[in-house]
């Protein structure tokens, strides 16, 4: 696949984009939603955290709707690596900040791979 640069240049406006999907649909919606399942906060909590930190480069944390992975939300994806996480707590949040775009690292608990059908487990789950 050939790729098309859209820019006059080769950089990102931002050096971290993060899009955490805050959707929300009629209760017992069939696929769920990430906002059910307390991105709002979350997504605030993540938005205060990034703010709390220097040394990050230009970094922007948005609200996204529906990003169609509903069944494994609540989901944000973070450019320009395009990773993808499932998250559902403050301590989610904190090891993302923390470890992926403080240290560079993988959450690996955490990651969303493409074909995932299943969220991740987490600690404590069977
Ligand atoms: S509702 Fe969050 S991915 Fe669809």
């Known amino acids: 696949m050939n790729r098309v640069l859209t820019t006059m240049d080769d950089s990102f406006f931002y050096d971290i984009h993060i899009f955490c999907c805050v959707n929300q649909r009629v209760a017992g919606h069939p696929r769920g939603d990430c ?3 307390g991105s709002i906060d ?3 909590y993540l938005k ?3 703010k709390s930190l220097a040394g990050l480069g230009r970094v922007r944390v948005n609200q996204a709707g529906c990003l169609d ?3 494994l939300g609540p989901v944000l994806v973070i450019y320009p690596q ?3 996480y499932h998250y559902r707590s403050r301590d989610d949040i904190d090891e993302i900040v923390s470890r992926h775009l403080q240290e560079g690292q993988l959450v690996t608990r955490l990651v969303l791979r ?3 059908s299943r969220p991740p487990v987490q600690a404590g789950q069977a």
């Open 42 to 44: 979350l997504h605030a």
């Open 35 to 37: 906002a059910s399942r």
């Open 82 to 84: 395009g990773t993808w």
């Open 114 to 116: 493409h074909d995932a």
């Open 48 to 50: 205060e955290r990034v």
């Open 69 to 71: 992975r509903c069944e």
